[in-house]
């Protein structure tokens, strides 16, 4: 046997070598954490099986973490690209006072956001002669802290019942239309003895958010965007600053376009 091809039958067997230790790597992490190493059987029928019963959840949702981190980063860095898309997607948003400010502070014109200043989502039929005249392909409700006072009595319940009845009519009147549940934007916890029914708002947001992933509406969650930045509020601790609307935005072209990608 010449050298070369002895350091050729050397190269091939350390990289077969490498395969197997690297195809064991991977079983052992997917391994489930039940699981016990003084069980395992990697001969045959066996090594497979056990491979093909370790869950996948776990990787699917680091990848879509993964992605969706990805996206918030580059419309981050370049919040122009959140604005063009509110136009490229023909994006409308419907809400209250907070919705108001992609407005007022000029990041979305008023041909894609419709939201008045203390309406509730009784006002949404309000506007559907103006939204079958926009016909966008993507709405956006974002209401809630003015409905939270009008159903006290009612609950969560109620109000999810007659937001699903909007959101059928919406679909109704454009149809193939998207629509999307923002969740509720909350208020600083100072602002409770004001409105003690706004300290309701994060389980709302909770219940809400559980009911749109089990019904097929879309629902975008800014729970946390709004925890993390309470500087980002107002002296009133309801309305936001206007460096608060490009992370909201980003919040909301993210979702989107992970929708998109997952429904493919």
């Excluded at 969706?68 to 994006?91: G, Y």
Aim: some cysteine; overall charge negative.
């Amino acid at each position: 046997m010449t050298k070369s091809s002895k350091d050729k039958r050397i190269w091939i067997i350390g990289a077969a070598i490498a395969l197997v230790l690297c195809v064991v790597a991977v079983f052992f992490i997917l391994l489930p954490k039940s699981a016990e190493i003084s069980s395992i059987d990697l001969s045959g029928a066996n090594f497979i099986q056990t491979m093909e019963a370790a869950p996948i959840e776990p990787i699917e949702d680091a990848i879509f973490v993964k992605r969706k981190q990805a996206l918030l980063n580059k419309f981050r860095d370049h919040p122009d690209q959140i604005w063009a898309a509110f136009n490229d997607m023909n994006i409308v948003i419907s809400g209250d006072s907070r919705g108001v400010g992609f407005s007022a502070y000029e990041y979305v014109d008023y041909n894609h956001n419709i939201s008045q200043v203390s309406k509730t989502i009784y006002n949404i039929p309000e506007n559907y002669e103006l939204l079958k005249a926009l016909n966008p392909k993507i709405i956006i409700y974002t209401y809630g802290i003015n409905d939270l006072g009008l159903y006290g009595h009612y609950g969560v319940a109620q109000y999810i019942t007659d937001l699903q009845g909007f959101v059928d009519t919406t679909r109704e009147l454009i149809p193939g239309v998207d629509v999307y549940i923002n969740s509720i934007p909350p208020c600083l916890p100072s602002e409770y003895e004001r409105s003690p029914v706004w300290a309701e708002i994060p389980a709302w947001n909770v219940v809400i958010k559980k009911y749109c992933e089990e019904h097929g509406i879309h629902y975008i969650d800014i729970q946390d965007l709004c925890d993390s930045h309470p500087e980002m509020y107002n002296d009133d601790g309801v309305h936001f600053h206007d460096e608060f609307y490009p992370l909201w935005g980003s919040e909301i072209i993210t979702q989107i376009v992970n929708d998109q990608i997952d429904e493919g």
